[in-house]
């Protein structure tokens, strides 16, 4: 799978929560999530795991390649659901070694295929995170595009946005 993701520095989670609604993003819920990165040599692994209030935990491993580029990049990224995260990370972490663990508060909102992340980053702060799933309706250099039209729609200025993972930022 791939998509075509900014990230950003952004102050004002209530302005960049008006703005998605002004660009008639739908809001899909707040999700409290773990990261677990662990050591490969190429690209980054990491055991996403998310609840919500009142619901079931649910897990996933997610594998994924990009450019540390603070433009709108390409991310190549498989993901697969996980029913043991517990074993899994003990497995993982033997195997080859936990890097570092990302706690954060994901607000998801939705715009055609448009991932919006609002997040609050433990210990890093506030972010806006801009993700467009490419597929057959949507060709990369069109995602592109979207990308850099709903950064401007959000003010992100291209000294604000950030080429690293949150798990490079600590």
Not at 45 to 65: D, P, V
Not at 116 to 127: A, K, R, Y
Request: net charge negative; proline share 3%; with cysteine.
């Amino acid at each position: 799978m791939k998509n075509i993701e900014i990230k950003a520095s952004y102050r004002d989670l209530n302005r960049a929560r008006a703005i998605a609604r002004q660009l008639a993003a739908e809001p899909h819920g707040v999700l409290d999530q773990l990261d677990t990165y662990f050591r490969v040599p190429v690209g980054r692994l990491k055991l996403r795991e998310t609840g919500t209030f009142g619901s079931m935990m649910t897990a996933e491993l997610i594998f994924y390649r990009r450019a540390d580029e603070a433009r709108a990049r390409e991310s190549d990224y498989d993901v697969v659901p996980v029913n043991d995260p517990t074993g899994l990370k003990r497995a993982l972490d033997r195997a080859i070694g936990t890097w570092r663990t990302i706690a954060k508060r994901r607000e998801l909102w939705m715009l055609d295929n448009v991932r919006i992340h609002l997040d609050e980053v433990e210990g890093l702060g506030n972010f806006v995170e801009l993700e467009a799933v490419v597929d057959r309706s949507h060709p990369a250099e069109a995602c592109s595009a979207t990308i850099d039209r709903l950064a401007a729609a959000f003010g992100i200025q291209a000294g604000e946005r950030i080429a690293e993972s949150y798990s490079d930022l600590l």
